[in-house]
């Protein structure tokens, strides 16, 4: 059974930061690429990030540039996205995801599995 465990989110002030992490198991993903998406309260789940699991190549959403950084750890079957800089608006629930398609894609019904999400809130 795949399972995909997001941690790491939490209130921040904003201009902090905070770093989340994706674990997965009960499959290898080393082929395809990971996302991470938001979703805040009355809104649709938007894109935020993702990562070529084999080259590390990477996207970003505009909103996030500069600002927030994917990575994995192959050895781990770890994703992150550290953010910095942090806004109010940056509060959601990140989630991650998994896709066994090595091509990079912000579209989130390109993605096989789904975390449960972790709470970001980001106070003024």
């Known amino acids: 059974q795949v399972q995909l465990v997001e941690s790491g989110g939490g209130l921040v002030q904003a201009g902090g930061s905070l770093r989340l992490s994706c674990t997965t198991s009960?499959?290898?993903?080393?082929?395809?690429?990971m996302g991470w998406f938001r979703q805040a309260p009355g809104e649709k789940r938007e894109f935020v990030a993702t990562?070529?699991?084999?080259?590390?190549?990477?996207s970003y959403a505009d909103s996030v540039k500069g600002r927030f950084t994917i990575s994995r750890d192959n050895a781990k079957n770890t994703v992150y996205l550290q953010m910095n800089s942090l806004k109010p608006e940056d509060t959601a629930v990140y989630y991650c995801?998994?896709?066994?398609?090595?091509?990079?894609?912000?579209?989130?019904?390109?993605?096989?599995?789904w975390g449960q999400g972790t709470q970001v809130t980001v106070s003024s």
């Open positions: 995801a998994a896709n066994s398609d090595p091509l990079l894609t912000r579209l989130t019904s390109r993605y096989d599995y």
């Open positions: 009960g499959r290898t993903f080393s082929s395809g690429s």
């Open positions: 990562i070529n699991w084999s080259y590390g190549s990477t």
